[in-house]
Nanobody, 121 residues
Framework: QVQLVESGGGLVQPGGSLRLSCATSGSIFRINAMGWYRQAPGKQRELVARITSGGSTNYADSVKGRFTISRENAENTVYLQMNSLKPEDTAVYYC???????????????WGKGTLVTVSS
């Protein structure tokens, strides 16, 4: 069974940095894309950053120039380096994977349980 597990969240002061990690486990035939979403209290979940199997990336306008998504293909792990954090970045960050479990499957969305990032002085 495929699982995504996030780590690296926590409390950080404005202007600080955090690095989130998302490790995958279970049988994965192919990864089409992986990404990070976030959901702040009272708001809808939104895309933060995404990286495809070909290495193409896209970011929410609000994080461009501050956040960087990367991946470790050998370990099926994706990272989110977050710099110059702002209070409005406070949210639960979720890892998402568009994954193909077996050669006989189509791509499906998988989600982690989330990790809380709090930016506050």
């Amino acid at each position: 069974q495929v699982q995504l597990v996030e780590s690296g969240g926590g409390l950080v002061q404005p202007g600080g940095s955090l690095r989130l990690s998302c490790a995958t486990s279970g049988s994965i035939f192919r990864i089409n894309a992986m990404g990070w979403y976030r959901q702040a209290p009272g708001k809808q979940r939104e895309l933060v950053a995404r990286i495809t199997s070909g290495g193409s990336t896209n970011y929410a306008d609000s994080v461009k120039g501050r956040f960087t998504i990367s991946r470790e293909n050998a370990e099926n792990t994706v990272y989110l380096q977050m710099n110059s954090l702002k209070p409005e970045d406070t949210a639960v960050y979720y890892c998402n994977g568009d994954l193909v479990p077996t050669p006989w499957d189509y791509g499906r969305d998988y989600w982690g349980k989330g990790t809380l990032v709090t930016v506050s002085s």
